[in-house]
């Protein structure tokens, strides 16, 4: 049934709006006249005309419903008629989001969950599903599953054009169910089967070097990351920390309201980042000035997304770290969710842009490193082989932060 939508959904893109003809027209005929003595209903020219508008999709969705040669409900039309309306709009951020995928985007910031273990990000030139991160010991590690693979079907069914959480849902299910993911590697179908189970979300993780120096891992702005990065300097202050070396290579991004007490600790008093909107109103974002005052290095590569990106621009439009890696994802926009129905059914939509304190906006172009270090090709597909010998991009960093250091 599914494949026999999808062939009209695009010609009913906007069937959705039909649903507001019953509804829409409660809220249109507000103001009319009813003398209660029969079936007609006094409006308004304008309510008239819009009303007309609407018109046009209720019949399309009378001939589907009685004409179209397979059998489609009405409650069909408009569910994935709520797909194609924001498909319609080209942005690989916006997305409706049926009661599963609401519900899993809800849950998606709990330290656990049962999965594969692998995080995805949409590139937004294609629309590919990209593997950016792998959790140790995890199906997906355990499967071989490899950083830039791009998921092309889950349990043998195609994903290409469907949007990051749906995707989610399917991948996520109950503890000792199998799954086959499907993955273009080097344009070669990879199938991977595994077994789903528990999985942790460890998004931070500190080590306290010889010399002082205080390496912090940081995965993802999500689930506790910002009282874990609270924590590690905590600790660091009290065990003579002497600098900073924050990893946000492969960090897709997530809650500004993690981000902005990272950055508290990072950066002077001051704008961290603003936002626009489609009417141009501005929101700012400001540092409470904690700022630690030590030096501080950052490494990025081209899976630093989002609120790690946030951060990167305004360490380096203060000058308060160097950065050294590849050139970031690019996505400087940002969404918010609505619950759009009863079915707790939900809308994840593109509001603003965003934009550094000197109001860059690399949106599609991503950020420059100030030290541009390639990582070897087999360490790119699979961080998990990273370690202090091997890690071209960490050796570097470090060097450059001991030499900031014994400058001071």
Request: with cysteine; aromatic share 6%.
């Amino acid at each position: 049934m599914k494949k026999v939508l999808s062939v009209v959904i695009y010609t009913l893109v906007i069937v959705l709006v039909t649903a507001l003809v019953a509804s829409g027209a409660t809220l249109l005929i507000s103001s009319s006249v009813d003398d209660g003595r029969s079936d007609k209903v006094t409006i308004s020219r304008e309510e008239y005309e819009t009303l007309k508008k609407y018109g046009k999709l209720s019949n399309i969705m009378t001939l589907v419903e009685n004409k179209f040669v397979e059998d489609v409900t009405e409650d069909d039309l408009i569910e994935y008629a709520a797909y194609g309306m924001v498909a319609m709009l080209g942005d690989p951020y916006s997305y409706y989001l049926d009661t599963e995928a609401m519900n899993t985007m809800q849950e998606e910031d709990s330290g656990n969950y049962v999965g594969i273990g692998a995080v995805f990000t949409t590139d937004p030139d294609n629309g590919n599903m990209v593997v950016t991160r792998i959790y140790a010991d995890s199906p997906a590690s355990e499967g071989g599953i490899q950083i830039g693979d791009i998921l092309y079907k889950v349990d043998g069914e195609s994903i290409v054009g469907v949007d990051t959480t749906t995707v989610t849902a399917m991948v996520r299910g109950e503890e000792g169910t199998d799954i086959v993911m499907t993955v273009l590697r080097d344009g070669e179908e990879v199938d991977i089967p595994m077994t789903r189970r528990q999985v942790e979300k460890v998004e931070l993780d500190y080590k306290l070097l010889e010399d002082g120096v205080l390496h912090i891992t940081l995965s993802s702005f999500s689930t506790n990351a910002d009282t874990g990065f609270e924590e590690a300097v905590k600790y660091g202050k009290e065990n003579g920390m002497t600098g900073i070396l924050l990893d946000l290579r492969g960090n897709p991004g997530g809650a500004d309201t993690i981000l902005n007490p990272i950055a508290d600790l990072l950066l002077p008093e001051g704008v961290v980042y603003y936002t626009e909107d489609s009417e141009g109103n501005r929101v700012e974002s400001k540092s409470d000035a904690y700022n630690l005052g030590l030096p501080v290095v950052v490494l990025c590569d081209e899976n630093s997304a989002s609120a790690a990106e946030v951060l990167i621009a305004s360490l380096q439009d203060y000058k308060m770290a160097t950065v050294v890696g590849t050139t970031t994802f690019g996505k400087a926009i940002g969404q918010s969710t609505y619950t759009v129905g009863e079915d707790g059914s939900g809308l994840h939509l593109t509001t603003v842009k965003v934009y550094s304190p000197l109001g860059r906006n690399w949106h599609g172009e991503g950020l420059e490193p100030d030290v541009v270090v390639e990582q070897p090709e087999e360490l790119k597909h699979n961080p998990l082989l990273r370690n202090e010998e091997n890690d071209t991009q960490y050796i570097e960093g470090l060097k450059i932060l001991r030499e900031q250091i014994a400058a001071k």
